[in-house]
């Protein structure tokens, strides 16, 4: 069983300058890991008529209930001038214990540590299976993403009963709260 490094696979994801809408290939390069994970996956594209087109995931190991999703994006806001940060933000960097780059608090890391997680977990007995929806239309206009791929589900039949978000929403500290519901 292949054991995924969350801080290795952070590093991989955020090398993508996948600013919004632009994918920059994190959907496929995150849908090959999960499938050799032992995931089934389907990369979903939407497009209004207004907007460009956006790259969502959803994946999932097993067929029972209770689903447990993960969810989270992969698309990150612009970085702005360069010259501002103190490593390039699409070659990340570990400096004084905190990881450096585009999308390391939001929300690369998160995705790479949900999959680390269901790495180390896969092998367990469990009744239920685990799905991942990582959507690219988060940090923009975020039509295309998370609500058309919830559309897309509810076509297919296919129910989550329970869902973490990974998104950053501490003011603060780490820990100081906690949401139930949350547009993403």
Known sequence: MQIINELKLAKELMKFPSITPVDAGTMNFLARKLRSLGFKCK?????????????????RFGKARPNFCYAGHTDVVPPGKL?????NPFKPAVKKNHLIGRGANDMKASVACFIAAVSKFKGK???????????GDEEGIAINGTKKVVE???????KIDFCLVGEPTNQNKLGEMMKIGRRG
């Not at 469990?126 to 959507?135: H, Y």
């Not at 897309?152 to 296919?158: C, F, G, M, T």
Request: glycine letters at 2%.
């Open 125 to 135: 007995k469990f009744k239920g299976s685990i799905s991942l929806l990582i959507t």
């Open 43 to 59: 990369i979903l594209e939407f497009k209004t008529k207004n907007s460009k087109p956006v790259k969502n995931l959803y994946a």
């Open 152 to 158: 897309y589900l509810k076509r297919k039949k296919e």
């Open 83 to 87: 010259s501002d940060w103190t490593v």
